[in-house]
Antibody, heavy 117, light 112 residues
Framework: QIQLVQSGPELKKPGESVKISCKASGYTFTDYAMHWVKQAPGKGLKWMGWINTYTGKPTYADDFKGRFVFSLEASASTANLQISNLKNEDTATYFC??????????WGQGTLVTVSS | DIMMTQSPLSVAVTPGESASISCRSSKSLLHSNGITYLSWYLQRPEKSPQLLIYQISNLASGVSGRFSGSGSGTDFTLKISRVETEDVGIYYCVQFLEVPPTFGGGTKLELK
């Protein structure tokens, strides 16, 4: 069955970096785009952007340009999200989600990143 | 960006009764290919969002037939029939017509 399994929770200090992974299984990784979605504590969902898993080209939403990097380890069917120079407002749960004509039919379980001094 | 507005913010429903949630977009979600790119998701407490409905009214795989979607253009409705305990959570509408995909603010469904 199709699964997206994300890495575990992270506790970081302001200014540090974090890398979150999303390992896909049950389908051909390069056939579907991978999207990233942010959910701040108690808040709604915000689309961060996506990465073309065939070409590796990332596309970022306006609010996520600069400190955010999407990357792939295609041989491992894994998509990564790296956030540098972490700020308090980056505290959130980050989801990966597989894109398709139906929208986001499959989601990872989410990774909580807490930024605190 | 296309703005998505949901109402109500929250709804309390007696188990077995029905509930409806509305979603309005700031522009028509009808693509020139004839498809309207409006989806509904349910996020149960402490869980990932789950796709319920796509393209206004298509039921996602494995989703109960108690969920149905309707609407056109800029106005859409999600109906939940015979509400059950497992339906508790926050419902989001999302548009996929344009980049960036944008989510409604969410509607919290609780049981009476």
């Amino acid at each position: 069955q199709i699964q997206l399994v994300q890495s575990g929770p992270e506790l970081k200090k302001p200014g540090e970096s974090v890398k979150i992974s999303c390992k896909a299984s049950g389908y051909t990784f390069t056939d579907y785009a991978m999207h990233w979605v942010k959910q701040a504590p108690g808040k709604g969902l915000k689309w961060m952007g996506w990465i073309n898993t065939y070409t590796g080209k990332p596309t970022y939403a306006d609010d996520f340009k600069g400190r955010f990097v999407f990357s792939l380890e295609a041989s491992a069917s894994t998509a990564n999200l790296q956030i540098s120079n972490l700020k308090n407002e980056d505290t959130a749960t980050y989801f990966c989600a597989r894109g398709s004509g139906e929208g986001f039919a499959y989601w990872g379980q989410g990774t909580l990143v807490t930024v605190s001094s | 960006d296309i703005m998505m507005t949901q109402s109500p913010l929250s709804v309390a429903v007696t188990p077995g009764e029905s509930a409806s949630i509305s979603c309005r977009s700031s522009k028509s979600l009808l693509h020139s290919n004839g498809i309207t790119y409006l989806s509904w998701y349910l996020q149960r407490p402490e869980k990932s969002p789950q796709l319920l409905i796509y393209q206004i009214s298509n039921l996602a795989s494995g989703v109960s037939g108690r969920f149905s979607g309707s609407g056109s253009g800029t106005d859409f409705t999600l109906k939940i029939s015979r509400v059950e305990t497992e339906d508790v959570g926050i419902y989001y509408c999302v548009q996929f017509l344009e980049v960036p995909p944008t989510f409604g603010g969410g509607t919290k469904l609780e049981l009476k």
